[in-house]
């Protein structure tokens, strides 16, 4: 089992090697691009068995002794976060398949060392592995955003390059200083380094700053509405699923492992996470795509994620473990149907789109049900998130970051609503059902598209998600007791810690 | 168990509604409301035990981590509820067939009430906190559905419902996690066995008060009465069901199943009666000014709630009686008017209270129910509404506290009263009375009618036969107060101050409705300045307006402004590290030396030209000086594979930089003055912090641990001897991996990206017709090419074998070869694509490493090395899989460096030329 735990990097790297050799046959295309990450998605549900009960499974990489070599290690956490994206790639791959983008030849590999460097940076326990992992994520992101973008909104690309380097480089910067401060950057011999010195937790939270860049907390948040929107659906759903949340789990793994909780960052944390919750909230209240809407909401669940690193307990994590996932999974969903919607109808601006609920009953169900989860109703994952959320907060005496989160809930359904009573059941005025649908090949069809159902396999995905947020919701006890073992890793994380050092 | 069963018994009713729509279409009613009594009748079979005292429990595990549990009860004043939802349920689903058309689909309307009847049901069995919860979102959800399902006209009440039934969901989930928190658990049962334990908690007012902002807000109460009136909108059968008889009764549920903790609260007393009270005289008011009978009866219906919540308020046994009859007397008198409502609309063709005169000539059955209806709401005996009236007199009467409290109470309630017996003389006149306007009506068919016949007349039965509810309210009371309770509900009460006060209720009533036409001019000549409805609205579009300008700064185009932010955030952590003086220990050797000094220096001046420079060629090249002077710096510190690379890597950037610069105009944009000091000033903060944290923070601990380690053991474990190289390949070869991987990525993006670039006017192989002074310009780089790329290559070769043992490498020797790529290409860069196409330099480096990586598997590990002995011709040579490794890091890296210079250096040097998206959409991999 622990020396297959490099693959989750190794697969999808060698996936995109090979990817040439497939150019010949879409279908081959096609299946590699699914295959990875099923296979990925079938080894994190092993791992996740494997570790259910607090193991930690640990590969030191090359086999060199403890603290030379790069220790690869899993616990209940990076299993579920590892599960959760390869099923997003799955599905935003299919996605992608289904809008044709995958005919591009460069986008399988692109997207495939995407993933791999995903999977490494949540499975990797070193920190300047870490740093290496996001970079081969973040680098396909580049040509990504800059090859989907349409040519009005190269800008868009421009900033996300240079903001992201410069997060990059803050990171980089970040993790010499650890390694400056403390001789290692190998996490199990970093344990409570953060909370023992002063000058190591100034070193850390260097890191933590290029995290929460990433991460999109605010005040840092501002590119990500920037630019996230300007891509095509498949990319922002993957972006968001994925990037941004290795940015949140990299806070998580610090904060627990580096600064072992330490008072001083629970306190900036707090501060950062609801002021996190508010800004994009309103900030999705403004917009008026479906996407930028979705993107700022990004942003302000964030926010709900990493609030519960605000007050490090077992309740507390187990409460963001469990929101990150929905998270993931309800948003992945969300983009998805509004791509699905914007890949039919050319447009996300949703005072031109209307009626697709009555056209589109399952798409409509679909994005109902993920937009009523992300706002926390029952009887869905969000209300489970949210309600252990809330539940930890008031347990900690956080009442304001309890207040807080249940107040921008509301704002979080007002900013539904607004995408749903204007897309979904508003109007459909006759001069915009005119509209044009390319389809691929280049060549462009003038036809009503609203006369044209959706094509079945742009809204499979997002129904999936749909699905599988309903089914955490009536069934929330089996990821809830996971998230437990989780947050127990990281409250306490001697486990961890032993098993990578060896000792 | 039979509690869930009831439960799922709706839930599949509700998944066979559709099909059953389907087939039958519009009277799939009739089925479904055999199956609501059905439902009901199995429920019923457990009553007699209830009235008697006992309960029905299931207690199921749901989310044992949260302590959550699937927990349901039924006891008296959950019959009570339940009873209507599938009662009232019944006869809303019977009443369905005749009232829908024929020509749209149902399935959807079926389903949802069944799921709301389902919802509604779960709410006043839940005995769970969260489960409660639930129940009451689903309730609030299935609403919503039902709501919107009218039509376009109804998406926007159908927001303000959701929003604000919602949010006082939201207030619910807050007070229910902060019941759990003060009593140890979601169980109900524990909550209620002890009131003491939450009562005495310092969160109890905090959890009384969420607990009515939830129910005023589902029992549309002052101020959040807008949404019910919006409702309307929704096709009559949900009003009568939903926002009439049930689901506005879900704060009244709420409230009664708090009391046993909480009536004895002074503020729930004084809160609830204030807003109760308040609502049922403005909601009468406001009701008495309607036109329309579905917006006089949602008014009526905030009144009337109102005065329940009032009486809940009291607090006492009787108070809680007179509240839970009265509950069950508005639900028959409301559910029926409605439904009356609805036929007439589809009858007369109008809701119009002044256009219905008469109707008793032409409608007389309908006629009747309506008069029926109306004089129980108005309280007139012997009907049911008189008696919980009668009842609410008394209890209010005495309401705890000051003896004026309850007269005051109860005068309030005789004004609310009078009102309510104004609007309800005035629907009973207007059937009966007047001229008739519409002489073509016709009575509408039995079926149509009996569903509404049946409350209408239950209301005059139960009046005069209201003992038989004794038990039921006794029961009701018991659960609610924790008292023995022995209610005697009778018609005739006596002489006493009840009767007065219904007395001068039915004067008020009567003055009121004589003098109408004065009493309409006074209503209308006050418009109120602000609906509740206008003021969500205001609410929201504020809240959207304040979001787009909390969206302005992300907006900006400038890559400054977004990076400010991280920067600043830097500069706070830095300028805190520095303010709070850390201790930190002496270097243990000197770090500093005098020639680092002079480097400096060196550094200080190429990089302040390079600020001051305003062309762009002067600023790569001092760019290249500063690459240069680092490299050098390494050097000196003792770093020959860093420096090696260093200088390799800057002579390529300073290749592709002058290829990406025959693009750009000549000279930088200039920038304001203002500007570049600030930015001169942000700069100079930045690197202050940046020292400052270096200087703090580095070469202050000997040497690590794994440094040390890697220094004596790295021959041993690797057997390579340049620790450099064996770091890299070996011992941390997954980072490695994954740098290349990025450089992979790079060349793979500049070809994908670039796609679009104009191809190169291939110039014809008769070298004629090429410009002269272009072949003359081809001389020198010919000559060289010739020559230097085999050196070169050879060099390449040889740093690529012995990089495990000296400074070398895959990376050291492919920025060697692609230096020789640079020489070959770019003279023929414009005119000839390159010999070496760097897609299969890409992929195949990276199969390679990866592969070779795999291979490491035979030892137990990824990336492990293996090592072996090849035997060629008697020799012996000592082979490693690294150098494999190595190969796949040399292919990537100069696939990475041939892309660049096949890329950038093509194309006229003319305009950038403009991407073609359609074109980078089919186009072929490679060039």
Not at chain 2, 271 to 288: D, N, Q, W, Y
Not at chain 2, 389 to 410: C, D, I, R, V
Not at chain 2, 839 to 850: E, K, N, Q, R, T
Request: a neutral charge.
């Amino acid at each position: 089992m622990n020396n297959l735990l490099p693959f989750v990097f190794a697969l999808p790297l060698l996936g995109a090697g090979v990817a040439p050799l497939t150019r010949r046959s879409a279908w081959l295309q096609r299946a590699l691009l699914l295959a990875v990450p099923a296979a990925v998605l079938v080894f994190a549900i092993s791992l996740v068995a494997e570790t259910r009960d607090g193991d930690v499974v640990t590969e030191q990489v090359a086999g060199w002794v403890p603290g030379i070599a790069i220790p690869f290690a899993a616990d209940t956490f990076s299993a579920l976060v590892l599960l959760v994206m390869a099923m997003l790639i799955l599905l935003c791959s299919a996605f992608l398949i289904a809008t044709g983008d995958e005919r591009d030849p460069s986008v399988i590999p692109l997207v495939l060392v995407m993933s791999g460097g995903v999977f490494g940076a949540v499975v990797t326990a070193d920190l300047f592995n870490f740093f290496v992992m996001i970079e081969v994520a973040l680098i396909p992101s580049y040509v990504l955003i800059t090859k989907s973008a349409q040519k009005a909104q190269l800008a868009a690309g421009r900033i996300y390059l240079m903001v992201n380097l410069f997060g990059s480089s803050i990171l980089l910067g970040g993790v010499a200083l650890v390694y400056a401060v403390n001789g290692s950057v190998q996490l199990g011999e970093l344990a409570g380094a953060g909370s023992a010195s002063g000058i190591a937790a100034f070193a850390g939270s260097v890191v933590l700053i290029a995290l929460a860049l990433k991460g999109a907390l605010v005040p840092l948040h501002g590119w990500l509405p920037r630019t996230y929107p300007y891509t095509s659906p498949a990319i922002t759903a993957l972006f968001s699923g994925l990037l941004t949340k290795i940015g949140i789990y990299g806070l998580f793994r610090i904060v627990s492992v580096y600064f072992d909780g330490a008072e001083s960052v629970q306190t900036v944390v707090l501060v950062v996470c609801i002021a996190t919750m508010v800004i994009g909230a309103f900030g999705a209240l403004g917009q008026t795509t479906m996407r930028s809407i979705l993107v700022y909401s990004t942003v302000s669940q964030a926010g709900y994620i990493a609030v519960g690193l605000g007050f490090f307990g077992v309740t507390g994590l187990a409460a963001a473990i469990f929101y990150l996932l929905h998270e993931m999974i309800v948003k992945a969903s969300l983009f998805l149907s509004a791509g699905a919607v914007e890949t039919h109808h050319g447009t996300g601006q949703i005072n031109r789109l209307g009626g697709i609920a009555r056209r589109e009953p399952l798409l409509g169900a679909a994005f109902l049900i993920a937009a009523l989860s992300l706002a926390g109703i029952p009887p869905f994952s969000g209300f489970v998130a949210k309600f252990t959320v809330v539940r930890a907060a008031m347990d900690e005496q956080q009442y304001i970051a309890a207040g807080v989160a249940v107040a921008v809930s509301l704002i979080t359904l007002l900013y539904m609503l607004k995408i749903w009573n204007a897309a979904f059941w508003g109007h459909e005025s006759s001069d915009r059902s005119e509209r044009v649908v390319s389809s691929g090949g280049g060549t462009v069809a003038v036809t009503t598209a609203s006369q044209v159902r959706i094509a079945t396999p742009l809204i499979v995905p997002g129904i999936v998600l749909a699905l599988v947020t309903t089914s955490l919701g009536l069934g929330g006890e089996f990821l809830l007791s996971l998230a437990e073992t989780a947050a127990h890793g990281l409250v306490d994380s001697s486990t961890y810690v032993e098993a990578l050092t060896g000792r | 168990m039979i509690l869930a069963v009831v439960l799922l018994a709706l839930v599949v009713t509700a998944v066979a509604a559709p099909a059953i729509a389907s087939r039958l279409g519009r009277n799939a009613g009739y089925p479904l409301a055999v199956a609501f009594l059905l439902i009901g009748a199995l429920l019923a079979t457990r009553a007699p035990d209830v009235l008697d005292g006992g309960t029905v429990s299931l207690n199921w595990e749901w989310m044992p981590s949260i302590g959550v549990s699937f927990h349901l009860h039924l006891d008296g004043l959950s019959l009570l509820f339940a009873s209507l939802v599938l009662g009232v349920g019944a006869l809303i689903l019977a009443y369905c067939p005749r009232y829908l058309g024929t020509s749209e689909q149902h399935q959807r309307l079926y389903m949802l009430l069944t799921l709301f009847a389902m919802s509604m049901l779960g709410l006043v069995l839940a005995r769970d906190l969260v489960l409660l919860f639930v129940f009451w979102e689903l309730t609030t959800l299935a609403s919503f559905l039902l709501i919107g399902g009218a039509g376009r006209t109804a998406v926007q009440p159908a927001a303000r419902a959701l929003v604000v039934t919602a949010g006082g969901g939201l207030a619910l989930l807050a007070a229910a996690v902060l019941l759990s928190i003060s009593a140890g658990t979601t169980n109900m049962s524990v909550i209620m066995a002890d009131p003491s334990v939450v009562i005495e908690s310092p969160l109890a007012p905090a959890i009384a008060v969420l607990l009515i902002i939830a129910a005023i807000t589902k029992s549309a109460q002052l101020p959040f009465h807008f949404w019910l009136p919006d409702a309307m909108v929704a096709i009559t059968p949900v009003s009568a069901y939903l926002h009439a008889a049930t689901l506005v009764k879900g704060g009244i549920y709420l409230l009664m199943r708090f009391s046993p903790t909480f009536a004895h609260m002074t503020m729930w007393t004084v809160v609830l009666m204030v807003i109760g009270l308040t609502t049922m005289i403005v909601g009468a008011a406001f009701a008495l000014k309607q036109h329309d009978l579905k917006s006089l009866l949602a008014y009526s219906t905030v009144s009337q709630l109102g005065f329940i919540i009032a009486l809940i308020g009291v607090g006492t046994p009787g108070a809680l009686a007179a509240a839970a009859l009265h509950t069950f007397a508005h639900a028959m008198f409301k559910a029926t008017l409605f439904m009356l409502a609805g036929i007439i609309d589809r009858e007369a063709g109008s809701r119009d209270i002044r256009e219905l005169g008469g109707l008793r000539r032409v409608m007389p059955v309908t006629a009747t129910l309506t008069g029926l209806a109306a004089t129980s709401m108005a309280g007139i005996p012997p009907f049911i509404g008189f008696i919980s009236k009668e009842e609410a007199y008394s209890a209010l009467l005495e309401t705890p506290g000051p003896a004026w409290t309850g007269w005051l109470a109860a005068l309030a309630t005789v004004a609310g009263a009078g009102l309510t017996f104004a609007y309800g003389f005035r629907i009973f006149y207007g059937a009966f009375a007047g001229p008739t306007t519409q002489r073509k009506l016709y009575e509408p068919s039995m079926t149509f009618l009996l569903p509404a016949a049946i409350p209408a007349a239950l209301g005059l039965v139960l009046g005069l036969t209201v003992g038989v509810l004794d038990p039921l309210i006794s029961r009701t009371v018991e659960d609610t107060m924790l008292t023995e309770s022995h209610a005697k509900l009778s018609l005739w009460h006596g002489f006493g101050s009840p009767l007065v006060l219904s007395a001068l209720t039915i004067i008020t009533g009567m003055a009121l409705f004589f003098g109408r036409y004065p009493v309409d001019r006074a209503l209308h000549r006050h418009r109120v300045p602000l609906t509740g409805a206008d003021a969500f609205n205001h609410t929201v579009s504020g809240s959207i307006q304040l979001g787009s300008w909390i969206g302005l700064p992300a907006r900006s185009h400038a890559i400054g402004a977004h990076i400010a932010w991280p920067l600043a955030a830097l500069l706070v952590l830095g300028a805190t590290g520095i303010a709070m003086r850390p201790d930190v220990a002496e270097p243990p050797l000197s770090t500093t030396r005098p020639h680092d000094w002079a480097v400096v220096a060196l550094l200080a001046i190429a990089i302040l030209a390079l600020c001051l420079t305003t062309t762009r060629i002067t600023a790569i090249v001092l760019l290249g000086a500063v690459g240069f002077l680092v490299g050098f710096w390494f050097l000196l510190a003792g770093a020959p594979d860093l420096a090696l690379t260093q200088l390799l890597v800057e002579i390529l950037t300073v290749v592709v930089a002058v290829l990406v610069l025959r693009r750009l105009p000549p000279t930088f944009r200039r920038i304001r003055r203002p500007r570049a000091i600030l930015t001169a000033a942000i700069a100079v903060a930045a690197g202050t912090v940046a020292a400052a944290a270096t200087f703090l923070l580095a070469g202050r601990r000997d040497r690590s641990a794994a440094a040390d380690y890697l220094i004596h053991n790295a021959k041993k474990d690797s057997g390579g001897s340049n620790v450099v190289n064996t770091v890299l390949v070996d011992f941390r070869g997954l980072d490695t991996l994954g740098e290349v991987t990025v450089l992979a990525i790079a060349g793979i993006g500049l070809m994908a990206l670039l796609r679009g670039t104009a191809e190169p006017n291939i110039l014809p192989a008769d070298s004629a017709t090429a410009p002269p002074d272009r072949l003359g310009n081809m001389v020198i780089p010919r000559f060289a090419a010739r020559v230097l790329v085999p050196m070169t290559v050879a060099i390449s070769a040889y740093l690529l074998f012995r990089g495990h043992y000296e400074p070398g490498g895959g990376f050291i020797a492919a920025l060697v070869a692609g230096v020789a790529v640079a020489v070959l290409q770019l003279p023929h860069g414009l005119d000839h694509p390159p010999r070496l196409r760097a897609p299969y330099l890409i992929y195949g480096g990276l199969a390679l490493a990866v592969l070779t990586g795999i291979g490491g598997l035979a030892d137990g590990s990824f990336l492990r090395p293996l090592h072996g002995h090849l035997g060629i011709g008697g020799a012996e040579i000592s082979m490693t899989s690294s150098l494999s490794f190595d190969l796949g890091v040399f292919l990537i890296v100069l696939g990475m460096a041939v892309s660049a210079f096949d890329r950038l250096g093509r194309g006229t040097t003319g305009e950038l030329p403009a991407r073609e998206p359609e074109l980078a959409r089919n186009g072929q991999g490679g060039s």
